[in-house]
């Protein structure tokens, strides 16, 4: 039996208006008339029986009942919220409110129902990359492969100024005659991020979408002229739902791209700075595919009257920023462990009449990659009541662990800007600051860093080699719980 849900890519308890909504858009990607895919037709034909059952209320109730309990009993995650304040004080001028949301899988896992993965590795083998730096990425992409489950593939891309396919999609126990190919390369031109990062995405989107598709872009260079049009092809791949993760070597890669090319589908970016982070940043991700219960999950949100999202947080797994964007791309959750997010709000003046206030409400969608691949949704509402003079209360001790450690992050950010506008001094300052309090907590290593960082840029009026990347990466670092530090 087909799975209409999955077809139009929505959850069971899918209303009339997202049904209809899903259906439009996904007629006007693969009708026929408006692309020169062979595939199209055969997809726009299924879409089309889809929509004629599940847009009638009577054939979508009679196919409903034929459907097994497995669908119809939502994902196994429970939610729990804590919030910086229970009661929010009515005040005349904007305050801060901060949300810290658990999702956890309760779900048993089972071997069985874990699908395949297929990953991309995209190689940037330019001219800078010669010497240590291509044998490192070498030696770890051989020994990715020994890694990987008879049932997955693998795919490498190289690239520099022009791409090509090193390794096409292949199950790991047919690789022994292709991944010499790995070893024999060469390097040499420029680098031109797009050419890399359209062919690996071609590779992924060349094989059934039920494989968790993964690219893992590795470079150390700025890409020429082409950032546009690398975001543009990130989204493009984050609605196939294609993850993309960014890794950087060296100091003269474009961090703030390589940011946002992970983030807009939920994955994340790293600074490589030896063949260890490298090997451990594999390892980690292997874990994650073969322990996922659901992907793509993103939140859709609608704010209360005078709230605005100011910043959003991933703490784990994968920390990282998030997009201020609705839906918000949330990543992947796995079994018997948590995603852990931070969200800071500003809440305007309350009126008098208000006496509860809604923040936030909305839905986390995600996908669960059984055997049949379904659509699920969590609702999600944070709602406080208001008085004009509260009782005092602290905050949950994790929420204010994790908002030290966000907080040193956020001093990195602004360092950032500062040196940019040429406040070398203040930065200089802030520095000092940072170290001070990553000393207070225990972290002597960075805050070394961090010293020898503000010696150089009193010096030298700018930042050392890759002493920005360090430090942006290293205070990210420290927003992981509690032994789950790189």
């Avoid at 799975?3 to 007629?27: H, K």
């Avoid at 999609?169 to 060469?186: E, F, N, W």
């Avoid at 602004?414 to 001070?436: F, M, N, P, S």
């Avoid at 290293?474 to 509690?482: D, Q």
Wanted: with cysteine; aromatic share 6%; hydrophobic share 40%.
């Amino acid at each position: 039996m087909r799975d209409y849900y999955s077809i139009l890519g929505v959850s069971f308890d899918a209303t009339p208006e997202e049904i209809r909504s899903a259906y439009f858009d996904l007629a006007k990607k693969y009708h026929p008339d408006v692309t020169d895919d062979p595939k199209a037709h055969d997809r726009f034909v299924e879409i089309q029986e889809a929509y004629d059952v599940l847009s009638n209320a009577a054939r979508r109730a009679k196919y409903d009942a034929s459907l097994p309990d497995t669908v119809k009993k939502g994902p196994e995650v429970t939610l729990n919220v804590r919030t910086s304040r229970m009661v929010i004080p009515r005040i005349q001028e904007p305050q801060l409110f901060y949300a810290l949301v658990d999702l956890i899988c309760t779900a048993e896992y089972n071997v069985k129902e874990a699908p395949p993965f297929h990953i991309c590795l995209v190689l940037d083998r330019s001219t800078s990359m010669h010497g240590a730096r291509m044998d490192m990425v070498k030696s770890s992409a051989l020994n990715l492969l020994k890694q990987f489950r008879k049932q997955d593939l693998i795919s490498v891309v190289a690239f520099s100024d022009r791409a090509e396919v090193v390794i096409p999609p292949t199950r790991v126990p047919d690789l022994a005659k292709d991944d010499h190919r790995i070893s024999m390369l060469q390097v040499g031109g420029g680098t031109e991020i797009y050419q890399g990062l359209q062919l690996g995405i071609e590779q992924l989107r060349s094989i059934d979408p039920r494989f968790m598709r993964q690219l893992i872009l590795l470079t150390d260079g700025h890409t020429y002229g082409d950032d546009e049009a690398c975001i543009e092809l990130a989204e493009e791949a984050a609605q196939d739902g294609i993850q993309i993760n960014t890794m950087g070597i060296g100091h003269e890669w474009n961090d703030e791209l390589l940011d946002k090319i992970a983030t807009i589908s939920g994955a994340n970016s790293i600074f490589v700075t030896s063949p260890k982070d490298l090997n451990k940043f594999f390892e980690q991700k292997l874990q994650l595919l073969n322990d996922t219960y659901a992907r793509g999950l993103s939140l859709e949100f609608t704010l209360g009257e005078g709230v605005e999202l100011k910043y959003a947080f991933r703490l784990h797994p994968e920390t990282s920023p998030l997009p201020a964007t609705n839906p918000i791309p949330l990543g992947t959750l796995m079994y018997h462990k948590s995603m852990s997010l931070l969200f800071e709000f500003v809440i305007h003046p309350i009126s008098a009449d208000v006496t509860s206030l809604q923040i936030l409400t909305g839905k986390i969608k995600m996908e669960l990659p059984s055997a049949q691949s379904l659509r699920a949704r969590l609702p999600i509402q944070i709602k406080r009541a208001v008085m004009d003079q509260p009782e005092p209360e602290s905050p949950p001790p994790a929420l204010i662990e994790a908002l030290g450690k966000l907080t040193l992050y956020r001093m990195q950010e602004k360092i950032q800007k500062e040196v940019e506008e040429g406040q070398i001094d203040k930065a200089t300052r802030r520095l000092h600051y940072l170290a001070t309090q990553l000393l207070s907590q225990g972290d002597r290593e960075l805050a070394h860093a961090v010293l020898l960082e503000a010696e150089h840029l009193q010096q030298s009026r700018t930042f050392s080699r890759e002493g920005d990347k360090r430090i942006k990466y290293g205070t990210r670092a420290l927003l992981l719980p509690s032994g789950m530090e790189h």
